[in-house]
């Protein structure tokens, strides 16, 4: 096998340029106000807008080793937390060139990883002090300058700019009893600043999880909650959770249709105006600008916390989350929608229009619906080798027999809606149209699980498992139609929605104009939804804006003024051997100060992309003064804490809500962002330890001719 060997550790160090390279291209990506950046494939010239670490590393042409290596990393990320890739993307370039200079100033690998290690660890343990309990965070906007607008109207209609979709409205108000003293929901317009949603749904939104929330008393076990998995668990009578129209028996719902518009109401205000904001003016200080995310986020906190009939309830139910792109409307008709919104062809949008008003029997397929799926683990008998499945001549071309057997067993269990998990067989597809039946592909699990759970169908792989039990019952099928009460042809493909009463489904319809724009904008949503979920886990969050970066900065500045001080013998006991004792001492204040160089260059990053300042000169020269004043304090902690109340912590007081008049706080993840340090130093040192790249299969011809032919050792 042809193979080739090049030297990785020289001063140049191959790896790392690449890492830095790569990085380069997500600059932009940083901070509340990025920089969008457009995807061209020269195979089909067709484009995508892109805003996020993920979607840039997905469109490269990742060749190299050290490239794949990022990639592998940034899925990592993304696979776990969903959020803080571009933090992870720029450090690993900014901690890449800065190893590689001290590579040029013959620092020992040894003495980088060792010291590099060190110092994060060090800071990560340091940063605790701002960590922020969500209850603390609860109280300080309450208290904060925005509370008094939360209150200014005691009456919301459900407007055509509503953000819960005002065609399942009137389905919203008959699922969920008020109790007497009610509160309007549902006032939030595209033309105001801010989200009247929020300020009407009050109750529902409350705690966190603290005691003082919680609306049973003590020792009551019959309140339920949301668990960490998804999955809804409670004490209580099953059928409350499930049949939504049980859920409160205080008192009836009351409906109101005037001129067009519903009004509906929640569940009482608390006493308490501390619990006044909940997941949804959280979920403001986490979205770093995405307000049309917020919004609809809004929505599904306040639906699903009133479902869950519990309002010390302190997680998301992400699993009864879905979206929906819609390409062809206007930003501003992105809404909520109770049930299951999907895309259909015209031809099964006629199938639908008989639907109308009726109650369907519904299917769930866990698979493909072909005739040549079979089942993962799926093992064919050895030693057999099929020349023919069907030697009848009599049943025409093959695949007919399993259409006609397939189509007859829909027909025979009366099934309406089929559900499928994967692709469907579009000559079964054509003939289930032509009986008027609806099949629709590609359904996610969590979607057939939720139909599942309120319908009583059972998921079958294969149609020969079908039997009376397996068909549910109670599904409604109807054109999806948007905020102004019209149902929406989009061309090509229809929007539909498919609901059963008490289903804790909610689909966040996201339209837009701009094709390019369709996975960048369901991504900022999603972005969102997991900073919520992942700040719920954690039960805190670390002040935002530059203040842990500040923080590490100030840090570090001190562990290299000690490193600077006569070296403590103690010290050098730890240390396997003197000679590494002796250069981490040596060159420990260059290796801590290539560290504290990438948070440096990550705030000047962010500043100049936010516009707080014209340069990243500028940008170093304010955070120099910021960290002169810390150390000046005598407490940097206690300092930055006091900056971060004020709003005046690097110029970045209010953020993207600023044109709306709210000093708003903006805070960040815990986990995510440290997780996302560890990555990309764990990869850079990787890269670095890196001593030799060995290349195999049939590329030698193309490396001999290579300008690149002299770096190799030819095996």
Known sequence: LPMAFRDANARRHTGLQQLSSLALAGRTLLGPVKSCKFIVDESTNQSTLICSAVRLIESLDLTSAAGQLLNETIQAQNKEFKTGMSTLLFLVGAWSSAVLECLQQNVPVTAIVSVMSEGLNSCCERVQCLQIPLHDVNKELCSSSVRPNTFKSKTCQIGHDSLLNPQTSLYFQKDICAPKEAIPINSCSHQEDDCNFNK???????????????VKPAGDKSASLISQSGVIASSCNKQKLTYSRYFSTQGK???????????????????????????GHLARTLSHGNQTSVKLLQSIGAYQQERAECSGSSQLYIAGIVTCSLLGLPESYSCVSPGFVTLVSPEQATVIKSFEGKRLRILLMDGDLTEQYRHLGFNRPCNVRTILELPSLQEGRAGDSWLSSTLNSLISFEVNLVLVKGNVCENLMEKC????????????????????????????????????????????????????????????????????RGIPLLTAVLTTTVASKVQLIEDQFWTLVYRLHHALNDKRVFLGGGAVELLCLSHIQMLVEHSLQPANKDAVKDFPSPWLAACVTEYKSVVLQALASGWKQYLSVVMCNTAKTASELEACTSIDHHLKKAADCGSPSAYILKEFRGGDLLRGSSGPFADQGECLKVYDNVTAKTEAWRRALDLVLLVLQTDAEIITGPKRNQLLNSHESSEFMFL
């Open 433 to 500: 149209i032509a009986n008027g039946i609806l099949v629709i592909s590609s359904v996610t699990q969590g979607v057939l699980y939720a139909f599942r759970e309120v319908t009583r169908a059972q998921p079958v792989t294969y149609l020969t498992q079908l039997n009376a039990s397996s068909v549910g019952s109670g599904a409604e099928v109807e054109l999806w139609k948007a905020c102004d009460g019209r149902a929406m042809d989009l061309g090509e493909l229809v929007p539909v929605r498919i609901e059963v």
């Open 200 to 214: 009407c749904v009050v109750s529902p939104l409350a705690g966190f999880g603290s005691v003082a929330s919680l």
């Open 253 to 279: 719902s009351h409906l109101a249709s005037q001129q067009g518009n519903f009004q509906g109401y929640l569940s009482g205000q608390s006493a308490d105006p501390c619990e006044c904001y909940g997941l």
